[in-house]
Every structure is written in structure tokens, then in C-alpha cells.
């Protein structure tokens, strides 16, 4: 057992089969070496219902003294859950790892192992804009220096750590006015990074690309809804949309990451919440990257591999053709590469 401090990790219930997960993310911290304590905030639609502020609030609590979350997923009813947590806690960047799963099948030829870096605000997502009479509408698109700068800071930092070059990806030849500056940005951010290679790709070309060459892409940076266009897409090169996990980062002044959320991509899934039988390897490797984040790098990588071993052993749960429950699974997991013999690393 380690003697290091506890690593204390602020937990959003949601909805669905939020327990579920976070029943599997507990087995598997249980069985991790190092002391794990979890500060649960109820993020029901229950308790948002009756005290929706009183709900943030705890969540702004436990976040600003832990510095990370897991979070599951959140029934939308009126406001997004999601989107009041990325206004709270700032969050400008969103990264996800989409990578070929062995054992699942997929109608693309080759191997995908690629980051999608995002800015998570602005582009047209705030849709702030308006109807010009019955058959017109404009919205207005942002692009932001700073969210631009941290999101190509963080897809720089991220391939010099495993040896990739970046590509931003955006319109820039038609949407001159914004998409040039998030090039321009990220032009000026590849300059503090000689050892690191750059390129921009239009997206649409960057699309066509990728499903033909997968292995030529393995960072790539984009404004916020090129990035959502782009995950969803490499989600569907491997052949699952609900497997994937996400994280949501927020920083100072420096630079340096203030606040990071890890959550599973898929929905609450009420049709089948309830009965054990969900897939929890999205929130098993949102729990591997928050171990990754927090420096436990070789716990994160062994708990990733364990998942995907797992699966590809055949040894799944019904929504990939198995016949195991979210319990059985997760066991499978914690047996599979000894998680609780390893020794931790910092
Ligand atoms: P929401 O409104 O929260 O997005 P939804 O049911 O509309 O919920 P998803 O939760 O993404 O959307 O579910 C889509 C389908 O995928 C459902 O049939 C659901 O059972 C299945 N599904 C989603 N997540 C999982 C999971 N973790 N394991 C197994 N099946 C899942």
C-alpha cells in the first residue's frame, strides 16, 4: 500500500446507469495500490430538480478541492448539466483518445490511434444569432485567442509526450476570418515545440484522409465543432460511438491545468439502467485517464490495456455480442493484468 497522500477525486453521480459505472470505477479503484478517496456529489435529476444550484454548488465544492472529477452521464432536461459545469469550472479544452478496440469490428482497413483536442467553447456552438423572418436565420461563429492558444498548447504538450506530430484542422481558406487566427495560434505554439512537427489540413480533406490512411493522424487540434464532427467520426471508424472517453480541462494564468474532468461519452442509457448489464469501459478508461492526469502514469496505461485486452478476448458485455454483466466485466478487468499487484509509479 502506498504511504503518499490520498488522491481525492470528486465523483458527479447522473443518471441511468451512472451507478453503475461508478460501482465499476470503485471495484477498480478498490483494487489499485494506492489510497483512493471519492467526495460523491448528487448530480440526479431528482436533486436538480428540487435544487439545481444547491446541486452545482456541491459539485463547485468538491471540485475546487479536489481539482478532478469523474463525472457520469446527466439526464439534459432544461439546462445541460454539461454545459453549466464546463461555464463553472471554465473549461476550454476537450480531449478525446478515440483508438482501434481488438475484438470489435469495424468496415474501416487499418489501425485508428488518434487524440482529438478541442476548444470547447465558441465556433458556433453558442449559436448566438437569430431568425431574419420565416425563412432566414444567421448565427454568429467565435474563435477565441486564449481557448485557441491552451487547446494547441495542450495537442503540442501531448504529442511531445508520445513522440507524434499535430495537425490542426480547420477551414481556413473559407472562413478567413476565424479559422485563420486558431491557425495562427496554433502556427505560433508549434514554434515552442522545434521537435514536434505541424501541419494544417482543411477538415473536409483531413476527413477523407483519415478513413483512408487512420495511421497518418494521431494529434489533432480543431475549434469546437470540427472536434465534435471529428470524434464522432473517429468513434465510427472504430466502430463504437458509446465507447469512448472524454476529458474536460480548465487552466490558469501560466498555463498550467487548473481543473480536469473525466466522463464516459455515452448517454444514461434508461433502457437498460438498472438491470447490470451496461458496458463500463468507457468510464474505466475516463477513470484511466484521470490516473494518467494525476501521475500515475503506469497504473492509466495498465488499466486502458486491461480494458482492451478484455474485450478482446471476447469476454464482453451484451452490447458487443457477450454475455457478461457490468460486474463479471469489471472482475475481468481487475484480474486481467493483476491491478492490485502492481507497484504505483509517480
Ligand atoms: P441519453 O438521452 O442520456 O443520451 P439515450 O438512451 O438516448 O440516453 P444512449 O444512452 O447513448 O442514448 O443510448 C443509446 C443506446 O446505446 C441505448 O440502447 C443504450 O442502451 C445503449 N448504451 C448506451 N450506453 C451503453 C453502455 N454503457 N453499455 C451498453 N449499452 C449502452
Not at 485557441?148 to 495542450?154: K, L, P, V
Not at 469546437?224 to 473517429?234: C, K, T
Not at 497504473?299 to 454475455?323: E, Y
Request: charged share 25%; proline share 4%; net charge negative.
Amino acid at each position: 500500500m502506498s504511504t503518499s497522500l490520498p488522491l481525492e477525486i470528486a465523483e458527479f453521480h447522473g443518471d441511468g446507469i451512472s451507478s453503475e459505472l461508478s460501482a465499476a470505477v470503485h471495484a477498480v479503484a478498490d483494487a489499485l495500490p494506492i489510497d483512493i478517496t471519492f467526495h460523491d456529489v448528487d448530480l440526479t435529476l431528482e436533486r436538480r430538480r428540487t435544487d439545481a444550484e444547491g446541486s452545482y454548488n456541491d459539485a463547485e465544492k468538491a471540485m475546487r478541492k479536489c481539482r478532478v472529477a469523474m463525472k457520469y452521464p446527466t439526464v439534459t432536461e432544461d439546462a445541460s448539466p454539461n454545459k453549466v459545469l464546463r461555464d463553472r469550472f471554465d473549461f476550454s479544452v476537450i480531449h478525446r483518445p478515440v483508438a482501434t478496440i481488438p475484438g470489435v469490428e469495424t468496415r474501416i482497413r487499418g489501425t485508428v490511434d488518434l487524440h482529438v483536442v478541442r476548444i470547447a467553447t465558441g465556433g458556433t456552438y453558442e449559436d448566438p444569432g437569430r431568425r431574419i423572418g420565416a425563412d432566414s436565420a444567421i448565427s454568429i461563429r467565435l474563435i477565441e485567442r486564449r481557448p485557441s492558444f491552451q487547446a494547441s498548447m495542450f495537442a503540442f504538450k501531448l504529442a511531445e509526450k508520445i513522440g507524434a506530430n499535430v495537425t490542426s484542422a480547420s477551414k481556413y481558406t473559407i472562413q478567413r476570418n476565424t479559422d485563420s487566427l486558431f491557425e495562427e495560434v496554433a502556427a505560433g505554439v508549434a514554434q515552442k515545440f522545434p521537435n514536434v512537427g505541424h501541419e494544417s489540413e482543411l477538415f473536409d480533406a483531413l476527413l477523407a484522409k483519415l478513413i483512408m490512411n487512420p495511421e497518418g493522424y494521431r494529434v489533432v487540434v480543431t475549434p469546437n465543432e470540427y472536434g465534435d464532427f471529428l470524434s464522432d467520426a473517429a468513434c465510427g471508424m472504430i466502430g463504437s460511438i458509446g465507447l469512448g472517453a472524454s476529458a474536460s480541462y480548465s487552466f490558469d494564468d501560466d498555463g498550467n491545468i487548473l481543473l480536469a474532468m473525466f466522463d464516459p461519452a455515452g448517454g444514461t442509457a434508461p433502457d437498460i439502467a438498472g438491470k447490470g448489464l451496461c458496458n463500463p469501459s468507457a468510464a474505466l478508461w475516463a477513470f484511466s485517464m484521470l490516473l494518467d492526469h494525476v501521475g500515475q502514469r503506469e497504473l492509466g496505461a495498465k488499466l486502458d490495456a486491461a480494458v482492451r485486452s478484455v474485450i478482446s478476448s471476447g469476454n464482453t458485455t451484451g452490447d458487443l455480442g457477450g454475455s457478461l454483466n457490468t460486474e463479471q466485466f469489471t472482475k475481468a478487468v481487475v484480474l486481467e493484468r493483476k491491478l492490485n499487484q502492481l507497484n504505483h509509479s509517480n
